[in-house]
Each structure stands twice: as C-alpha cells, then as structure tokens.
C-alpha cells in the first residue's frame, strides 16, 4: 500500500533543519581569530582621549617607519653646494615612497639639467656633474641615495657692459649728469663675476636712479647677457627708454574736510613748475604727515593726465581729529621712568594756530609747558610762542624756572633758521643756593643738517649756533651774551667703490660744543642761561647735568663756560660675510665747565656700546666709565637728532 504524503510536508525539511543544528556546533570547534583591538573588560569604558592618544602614538610610529624613496647628497665647494640643495626640483620627489628605480633613473636625468641651469644662475656655465644611484638598505632615512658630484669650473666674469638710452634723455643736454650718474654707478662692472642676481639687481638700481629724477615712466627697453661659456666671458647690454621729462604741477588735495587747503599747500611746499625729482615728493609727503594735522598722507605723480609738463601731484590725507589726549609713558637712563600726558588741538579758537601741551614728570624733571605755531605762509616762515614752567635737578639744587618766548621760525631742507624774544627765571632751593635770577633776550638761532639720512646718519655733519643778547632783571640791570655752538661730523674710514663696501666701513664720529655767557662778575644771570654738561647725550660716564662748575663748598653750579668734545668709532658687524643691523663702537668724552675760560678741567668718559638699527630708529646702549667719578654707568636711549 502506498501512502501519499501531503505537499504541504515536504520529506527533506526534518533533515534539513537537523543538518543545520550539526554546522552551527561545529563552528565552536573551529580555531579562533585574534581581534587586533583589545576588548574593553566588563563594566569598563574606554575615554575618548585614551583612543585619541593611542591613535597619535600609530600615526606617530607609522610616520616614523615610513622612509623616504631617495635622498639627495650634493657634493662640491660651499659657493654651489648648499644653493644646489636647496633649489634642485628633484627634492620635491623624495616623500614618494611608491618610486622605483627606473622613476627614479628619469629624475636623475632631470636633475642634471637642473643643476646646469642653477649653476649657470650663478655664473658657471661649464660645470661638470656627475650623478650616482647608491642603494641604501640599511639606512633609516631611505633605501636609496643620489650623489651628485659638482665641479663648477671657471666663473663667467663679465668683459664688456654697454649703457645706451632711448627717448628724450639720450640727446637731451640737462640729462647728461643723469646718464654719466647712471652709468658711474652701474653694479656690475667689467671683471666682476656674472650672476643672475647681480644682473637682475644692476638693471633695477639702474632704473630707479633713472625713475627718480625727471622720468618717472622710464622703462627697460632691451636687455642681452650674451655668454662665452668657453671663454668664460659675459658681455651685457641694456637700453632704457626714458619717456617724457615730467615737471610738476599743481597739488591736488583729496581728503580734506577740516583744516585749509591752502594751509596743506603750503605746509608740503611742493615745488610746483620744476623738473619732477622724487626725493622732493617725498619731502613734501614727510612735511604733510609730520605736521600733526594728518593722520595718514600720500602723494603721487598723476603720469596720466596727458601734460607731462604741468603733471599733477595727488595728495590722498585723512585728517587728524581736531583734538586728541596723548598718554605717554618712557624711560631714560638720565631721569629714570618718565609719563606724561600731551593735549593737542589743531585750531585754537580765533588765531587758527596749532597748539601742544604737555605736563611731564620724571625722576628729576616736573615740566608743564606749551608751545603754540602758526602755520607757514609762502615763503615758509612762520610766527610761534610757548611758555614752560619746569622744576629740575641741576648740580647740587632744584632749580624752578620760568620761560616765555615768541617769535618766528623757518624749515628748510637742510636748514632751520629762528628768531626771537624771551623771558626767563630761576629761583634755586637748597643750602646756601646761588640767588634767584631773571632776564630777557632777544635770539637768533641757525641750525644746517647735511648728513646722507637724517635718522641715521653713515657720514655727514650738523651744526648749530645760537646767539643772544639780554638785560638781567634782578638786581641791577646789566647787558649780557650768550653764545652756543655745537658741530657733530661723521666721517667714514677708508675708501670704497660700490655701495656694499661702503656700507662695511668703520665710521668717526666727532662733535664739540662750546658756549659762553659774557657779562659783569655781579650780574646776576638765570642759571637756566647758563650752562651744565654730563648724562647720555654729552659726557657719558657721568649723571644728567652732573658737570658744573665746583664752589668752595663742594656744590656743583652752572657756569658760564663750556667745552665738550667726543670721538666715537663705529663699526658694522658683519656675521657669515652678511652685514647685520648691528655695530659695535668705543668712545672717549670729555666735558668741562667753569665761570672763567682759564679754569676749564676738563672730566673724562671713556667706554664701549652697542648700536641696533630697529624699525623704529637706532637704539643706542653705551657702558661708561667716569675716570673723575670712578663709576661705571649705562647709558640708553632711542633714536638721533641734532
């Protein structure tokens, strides 16, 4: 008998669902694989900054296991060595740990026709290289290394350079000083060695000196260094094309809301009509911003209004706020700490003037003062007044003084001229004080900077007078004069050709003062009018206003005589052939005081210091010796003027 099994039953499910069950015990007995993390325990939970750490320690260690493909070994002198190494473009490659040596043999190839570029930069043009493909297995930097042998050969020197010009300067008779400066000062002479850099900067000094003056739009036309590799021999030529001589024009004004145009006009004293000189421009830019009533100012040749003839000058200014608080806080290694608050306002009410004033307080000095100026009119003079009440320590005292002035003054380029009159006081406090004194003067002053920066002068002189006569107020009223002259000369040491070795030279710096006060014996004169020496800026080694003349009593007062001379030897200190921003000096001052030119003695500072040409002008530090006062001190101050 058969029997029919229903379809909904099928046979081979029982077996199926019990071979199932054997596969999945089995599975248990299989061998099991390691995780390649560590699992956290029960109950534990791994911190963030744990994964994060050990994730960094991989990275880490993988960076560390990770060799480059190649590395580069360049051989040969120092001139070319180091230049090679650092701009060969085969160093890009040598992180690309995937590069075989076939990859490897076609840079190579590269890299020698790199290297013969690169040196010829540099004015070889005969090199001979030779390149190796080292195995390196055991090294840990990479598996590979490339030498390269380089033997420069000779250096190319240049044997001829020719100068010609194109446009109005080459036949314009005024420009010959232009063309003869241009190619006197032309940095790559005949027998110097060719390189691209000094190639490069011979063209581009060129075009300044040819930009500055009178052709403003002046342009290299051609330029060919043709070069004899087996002679080793370069020959350059360079053609400048000059274009139109330009004159300036009128001062346009762009900015100006506040203060009178005209009064900018006249302040910047722009030379409206002459040959166009850049340095003038600049001269006129610096009067505008360094008159106090712009905040920012700047001036260019407009070389696009078709009138090169008549060319305008933009001036674009934003004004400075119509009064302004100023707190200032310094410190001298004359007077110690210094603050200070200035007050300036650029139009006083009904006079229009200009006034600042300012209450300082130091260690020895207390002043409050102000000074009032006008601004100029066309010829450049203008008309000033100030007041100054002052309480100082000078010799042995306190001195409190009193001051009036007014009159007019004049700036020029070089030479700032004034006249005026004035009114003076000094009453001394302390035991057995010299007495109280007054006077009025009228005065003339001249002052002449011919020095090659002003800020920062390498040689050059300065000198100043001053003159005055007066009539003593207290006691009896006598006539007096009082003569003051100062002279400061820099003066470089040996000779040089070209502006870098000029730069290397060591410098003299000389200055002498002088002054006198011609009166009767019991006049009875100011002792703000008479004079005192000694602190950072006239005899080092000794203390502000610490040389006088010696009373019976061992007190220190002004005199009526003065002597002061300084010699100085600066030097710039080169490192690794580069000259630097530093120089070292040694000094000898000596100063004297007296009330009779016979009894001048003079003291004596002798020392050494250090000079920094910072941003922000050159910081000068000094350690002096006083021989009279046997005492070391340092002397400290930021930036020159005279």
């Known amino acids: 008998m058969v029997r029919v099994v229903p379809a909904s039953s099928p046979a081979w499910w029982p077996a199926l669902l019990f071979s199932g069950v054997l596969l999945l015990q089995g599975c248990s007995l299989l061998p099991k694989k390691e995780s390649?993390?560590?699992?956290?325990?029960?109950?534990?939970?791994?911190?963030?900054?744990?994964?994060?750490?050990?994730d960094k320690e991989k990275d880490d260690k993988a960076k560390a296991d990770k060799r480059d493909a190649f590395t580069v070994d360049v051989r040969g002198p120092e001139a070319v060595r180091d230049y090679l190494r650092l701009h060969l473009e085969i160093q890009r490659y040598r992180e690309l740990d995937d590069l075989g040596a076939t990859e490897i043999s076609r840079l190579m190839v590269a890299a020698e026709a790199n290297a013969r570029e690169l040196l010829g930069t540099l004015g070889y043009f005969t090199p001979t290289l030779t390149l190796e493909l080292n195995e390196t297995p055991e090294s840990t930097k990479a598996p590979r290394e490339i030498v390269i042998t380089v033997s420069p050969g000779e250096p190319t020197k240049v044997s001829n350079v020719q100068i010609s010009y194109?446009?109005?300067?080459?036949?314009?008779?005024?420009?010959?000083?232009?063309?003869?400066?241009?190619?006197?000062?032309?940095?790559?002479?005949?027998?110097?060695?060719?390189?691209?850099?000094a190639w490069d900067s011979a063209k581009t000094t060129a075009l300044r000196s040819l930009t500055a003056s009178r052709f403003p739009t002046g342009s290299i036309e051609i330029s060919r260094a043709e070069v004899d590799a087996d002679r080793s021999e370069a020959r350059l030529s360079v053609t400048y094309q000059s274009g139109p001589a330009y004159k300036f024009g009128p001062l346009v004004l762009n900015g100006i809301q506040r203060y009178d145009p005209d009064g900018a006009?006249?302040?910047?004293?722009?030379?409206?009509?002459?040959?166009?000189?850049?340095?003038?421009?600049?001269?006129?830019?610096?009067?505008?911003?360094?008159?106090?009533?712009?905040?920012?100012?700047?001036?260019?040749?407009d070389t696009e209004s078709g009138n090169p003839l008549a060319a305008p000058v933009i001036a674009q200014l934003r004004e400075a706020p119509l009064q302004k608080v100023?707190?200032?806080?310094?410190?001298?290694?004359?007077?110690?700490?210094?603050?200070?608050i200035d007050h300036i306002h650029n139009q006083i009410p009904l006079l229009g003037w200009r006034a600042v004033s300012r209450l300082s307080v130091d260690r020895d000095i207390k002043s409050l003062g102000t000074e009032w100026k006008a601004i100029p009119d066309d010829r450049g003079w203008r008309w000033f007044s100030g007041a100054e009440l002052k309480s100082e320590q000078s010799g042995s005292y306190v001195v409190d003084s009193g001051r009036l002035?007014?009159?007019?003054?004049?700036?020029?380029?070089?030479?700032?001229?004034?006249?005026?009159?004035?009114?003076?006081?000094?009453?001394?406090?302390?035991?057995?004080?010299?007495?109280?004194?007054?006077?009025?003067?009228?005065?003339?002053?001249?002052?002449?900077?011919?020095?090659?920066?002003?800020?920062?002068?390498?040689?050059?002189?300065?000198?100043?007078?001053?003159?005055?006569?007066?009539?003593?107020?207290?006691?009896?009223?006598?006539?007096?004069?009082?003569?003051?002259?100062?002279?400061?000369?820099?003066?470089?040491?040996?000779?040089?050709?070209?502006?870098?070795?000029?730069?290397?030279?060591?410098?003299?710096?000389?200055?002498?003062?002088?002054?006198?006060?011609?009166?009767?014996?019991?006049?009875?004169?100011?002792?703000?009018?008479?004079?005192?020496?000694?602190?950072?800026?006239?005899?080092?080694?000794?203390?502000?206003?610490?040389?006088?003349?010696?009373?019976?009593?061992?007190?220190?007062?002004?005199?009526?005589y003065l002597g002061v001379a300084s010699v100085e030897w600066q030097r710039p200190f080169v490192y690794n052939d580069k000259l630097t921003d530093w120089e070292s000096v040694v000094f000898v001052d000596a100063g004297a005081v007296a009330d009779k030119p016979g009894e001048l003695k003079p003291k004596v500072g002798v020392g050494v210091g250090a000079r920094w040409r910072s941003p922000v002008g050159p910081v000068q530090a000094d350690l002096a010796y006083g021989v009279d006062s046997k005492k070391f001190r340092l002397h400290f101050r930021l930036g020159f003027t005279f």
């Open 265 to 301: 006009r006249r302040i910047a004293r722009l030379p409206s009509g002459t040959d166009y000189d850049q340095q003038k421009l600049l001269d006129a830019q610096q009067r505008l911003a360094s008159s106090g009533y712009y905040d920012s100012v700047f001036l260019t040749l």
């Open 326 to 340: 100023v707190l200032g806080v310094g410190f001298t290694t004359d007077n110690g700490p210094r603050l200070s």
């Open 405 to 560: 002035r007014g009159g007019r003054s004049k700036s020029g380029d070089h030479i700032d001229r004034s006249y005026f009159l004035q009114y003076d006081y000094a009453q001394n406090r302390g035991t057995n004080a010299p007495p109280s004194a007054s006077a009025v003067t009228a005065n003339w002053g001249w002052t002449g900077r011919y020095f090659d920066d002003n800020a920062a002068p390498s040689r050059g002189f300065g000198l100043a007078l001053e003159v005055a006569a007066g009539y003593t107020l207290t006691g009896e009223q006598m006539p007096f004069t009082r003569t003051y002259a100062r002279w400061l000369g820099v003066l470089p040491l040996g000779s040089a050709e070209d502006k870098e070795t000029r730069a290397r030279r060591s410098r003299l710096q000389l200055r002498v003062e002088a002054g006198a006060v011609s009166a009767k014996e019991n006049a009875q004169i100011p002792s703000t009018l008479m004079f005192l020496t000694g602190g950072d800026t006239t005899v080092r080694g000794y203390s502000y206003k610490q040389i006088g003349t010696v009373r019976a009593d061992g007190q220190t007062v002004a005199g009526r």
């Open 36 to 54: 390649t993390e560590s699992k956290p325990a029960a109950g534990l939970v791994r911190s963030g900054s744990a994964t994060a750490q050990e």
């Open 166 to 197: 194109g446009g109005p300067i080459a036949d314009d008779a005024a420009a010959e000083p232009q063309r003869d400066s241009i190619r006197t000062n032309w940095g790559l002479r005949a027998g110097q060695p060719f390189t691209q850099q």
